[in-house]
């Protein structure tokens, strides 16, 4: 059979998803958005082969970890079984993007894992039904299905729990000024996390309350183009994340010192008149909600704090492209 590639990018949320009402669905507790970032992606070719005796799956040239493994296989059962074919796959994939280290790679992944897998079993999905698929992978991954603005529906069952685009086309000036404090695995993954938090969290049914009610005022920052209301709410979901792990029984960290610090910084330039916003998600690296005539001065301030520390300017992307063979691995 043919093999196919594509390529999906990243997404970080505005509207964090951090808890399962359905482990095994990956059906989340709150809706979230998210923009997709044109920087970081991941490409994966996926050729299905009689004449494999078993999945074969590498990442970045090096076979996964047996764990890792078995998310794609059991990935890779739910196309065989919907194309009913039992033929076992090839699958190569390149993360253009730190692997596990709270920059969404799992969400890059299955999304173009989705879509190369469905490709090359011969399925023809809508780009609704990538979604719901790539959401079994990895529930971040739905969302990542679609460029620029983007919102993952809670719902409450398979059909219902969809990712759909708010603003494809974002031609306003934001940005996500990425501070890579580190590009190494997390602890504890996100999976993990999430669960941990909604289990051990006594506030737990506040954050999900809270944050569902922030979905409106959020799409009307976006259809404003509203980067401060945008920036604040974001900012806030976020920290309100973190606290749900701070307080769990054991309580556990994904934001180091480092990460305080940057935080710290966005409030000062912001009392000095910048709109800058900070967002993190499951690892210590902080992205800086951020008007672009601004890179600079903000680069400049961490640079007098942080002097060796890392800085990527991440602009909105694209959504899912899938092609016939003939990977590039930009
Ligand atoms: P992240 O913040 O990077 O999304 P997660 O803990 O959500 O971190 O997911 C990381 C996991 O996603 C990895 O340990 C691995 O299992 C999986 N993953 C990431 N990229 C790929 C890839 N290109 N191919 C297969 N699996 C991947
Ligand atoms: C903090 O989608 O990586 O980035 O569904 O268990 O694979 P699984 O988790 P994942 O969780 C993402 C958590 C987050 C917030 C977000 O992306 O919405
Ligand atoms: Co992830």
């Not at 079984?81 to 076992?88: R, S």
């Not at 008149?273 to 993190?280: D, I, R, S, W």
């Amino acid at each position: 059979m043919v093999a196919f590639t594509a390529r999906a990018h990243t997404n970080i949320a505005l509207l964090k998803y951090w808890g399962k009402a359905d482990q095994k669905l990956i059906i989340p507790t709150t809706t979230s958005i998210s923009l997709t970032l044109n920087e970081f992606y991941t490409e994966t070719t996926v050729e299905f082969n009689d004449d494999l005796a078993n999945d074969q799956i590498t990442l970045d040239h090096q076979p996964l970890k047996a764990k890792d493994q078995k998310k794609i296989i059991n990935f890779l059962d739910l196309i065989r079984a919907q194309a009913n074919i039992n033929t076992y796959a090839k699958v190569e994939s390149f993360n253009h993007v730190p692997t596990a280290a709270g920059l969404a790679s799992s969400a890059s992944a299955f999304a173009a894992l989705a879509g190369a897998s469905a490709a090359a079993a011969g399925l023809d999905l809508t780009p609704a039904d990538l979604s719901r698929l790539a959401r079994q992978g990895s529930g971040s991954a739905s969302r990542s299905i679609f460029g620029g603005f983007v919102q993952w529906d809670r719902g409450t069952d398979h059909q219902t729990s969809v990712a759909h685009p708010l603003q494809e086309q974002v031609d306003w000036p934001i940005q996500l000024l990425t501070v890579i404090v580190s590009d190494q695995p997390k602890k504890i993954n996100s999976r993990g996390g999430m669960q941990n938090a909604m289990q051990n969290s006594p506030f737990y049914q506040s954050w999900v309350e809270r944050s569902n009610a922030l979905v409106k005022p959020m799409q009307t920052a976006i259809n404003q183009h509203d980067l401060a209301t945008l920036g604040k709410i974001a900012e806030q979901n976020a920290l309100e994340m973190h606290a749900q792990n701070m307080v769990a029984n054991p309580p556990f960290f994904y934001l180091t010192d480092i990460s305080w610090k940057i935080i710290n910084l966005v409030q000062e330039l912001r009392e000095n008149g910048l709109k800058v916003y900070a967002t993190m998600d499951a690892g210590p690296n902080v992205k800086i909600i951020s008007h672009p005539d601004d890179t600079e001065k903000i680069e400049d301030a961490l640079h007098t704090i942080l002097p060796e520390i890392t800085i990527q300017v991440a602009t909105p992307g694209p959504g899912l492209k899938i092609w016939q063979n003939g990977a590039t691995h930009a």
